[in-house]
């Protein structure tokens, strides 16, 4: 389902392609600025995933792990795609304090034993995830200006939400207490 809901997002972003004058410079700087936060956030996304593939002990962790790298890796290069789109290089921000706080989780990751792994990581991708779908819902599809990112924020989002369900389900499986 979840992968059906990004291959719809490429055909969407495709017949967007054809559209008719580039944005405003106003517009696209904004537009810039969601698309390199979006695009910085799925990346470091993929590397905590990446890592879980390497590293979960249990089969359900890796494979939400490898789903997470297919998914995330696909709404990476849709962002990317918009981006030529709108004519908008996508500079890494060298004060990203979210990916300094996947660098932190990575760190920690590879810190933890076995069933502690998974409960870390998981845990993580319910936050991660849901910080997402808020940026997606309260920051970034208002202020977009650009139909392709518009497009591309509201393809994703079920995708995000139904990761946020998935990790929250297989982290309760394992959790020793209360938690988000």
């Not at 490429?10 to 695009?39: H, V």
């Not at 790298?69 to 990203?96: F, K, M, W, Y």
């Not at 845990?123 to 779908?133: A, G, K, S």
Request: glycine share 4%; with cysteine.
């Amino acid at each position: 389902m979840l992968k059906i809901l990004l291959f719809t997002a490429i055909a969407g972003l495709s017949l967007l392609a054809t559209g008719d004058a580039p944005p405003a410079a106003a517009a696209q700087r904004d537009d810039a600025a969601i698309l390199r936060s979006f695009e910085e956030a799925v990346s470091a996304g993929i590397a905590c995933a990446q890592l879980a593939t390497e590293r979960a002990p249990s089969a359900d962790a890796r494979n939400f792990a490898k789903n997470l790298v297919a998914e995330h890796g696909l709404a990476r290069q849709l962002a990317r795609d918009v981006a030529v789109q709108l004519n908008i290089t996508l500079r890494p921000n060298a004060s990203n304090a979210r990916a300094n706080e996947h660098e932190k989780v990575q760190k920690a990751l590879r810190e933890r034993p076995d069933n502690a792994f998974d409960i870390l990581f998981l845990r993580h991708e319910v936050e991660y995830h849901q910080e997402l779908v808020t940026l997606i819902e309260k920051e970034w599809l208002p202020a977009a200006k650009s139909e392709d990112l518009s497009s591309l924020l509201s393809q994703v989002k079920p995708a995000f939400e139904a990761h946020v369900a998935t990790a929250r389900r297989l982290w309760e499986q394992r959790r020793p207490g209360d938690g988000p």
